[in-house]
């Protein structure tokens, strides 16, 4: 195994289970207006992450990697708000947002140090 390969497919699949997890939490909420209109946004947000990932995994230039972390941290982040936003207007079930929101804090903190790592070896 290459020197980088485990913690690239773990983060893959972390990634993967992370949309998993949002997919649920929107299947999950109720079908008014307000709860399916920040689902949406939320569903968005939270599964582009890992598709943006796996582009990254597979950038053929280190500005295009660099440029598709930074998009896995915008959508991390951007997860992130929905999740604050729901909670904050009581949609959704507590239990589920709690622990969308630390995994979406999570990626945003792993993604920003990545990117900061794939900046400085200029």
Same mark, same amino acid.
């Given at each position: 195994?290459?020197?980088?390969?485990? $913690?690239?497919? %773990? +983060?893959?699949?972390?990634? *993967?289970?992370? !949309?998993?997890?949002?997919?649920?939490? *929107? !299947?999950? +909420?109720?079908?008014?207006?307000? &709860?399916?209109?920040?689902?949406?946004?939320? +569903?968005?947000?939270?599964?582009?992450?890992?598709?943006?990932?796996?582009?990254? %995994?597979?950038?053929?230039?280190? !500005?295009? *990697?660099? !440029?598709?972390?930074? %998009?896995?941290?915008?959508?991390? %982040?951007?997860?992130?708000?929905?999740?604050?936003?729901?909670?904050?207007?009581?949609?959704? &079930? $507590?239990?589920?947002? =709690? $622990? =969308? *929101?630390?995994?979406?804090?999570?990626?945003?903190?792993?993604?920003?140090?990545?990117?900061?790592? &794939?900046?400085?070896?200029?």
């Amino acid at each position: 195994m290459k020197n980088g390969e485990r $913690p690239r497919r %773990d +983060l893959r699949e972390r990634t *993967f289970k992370f !949309a998993r997890q949002i997919i649920r939490l *929107f !299947a999950s +909420l109720d079908r008014g207006v307000l &709860a399916q209109t920040l689902g949406r946004q939320l +569903l968005r947000a939270g599964t582009s992450v890992g598709a943006n990932y796996r582009e990254a %995994d597979q950038a053929r230039s280190k !500005a295009e *990697f660099v !440029a598709k972390i930074g %998009d896995c941290l915008k959508e991390a %982040d951007e997860t992130a708000y929905w999740l604050e936003l729901m909670s904050a207007e009581n949609v959704g &079930a $507590p239990a589920d947002l =709690a $622990p =969308a *929101f630390d995994e979406a804090t999570q990626l945003v903190a792993i993604f920003t140090t990545i990117k900061r790592r &794939a900046e400085s070896n200029d």
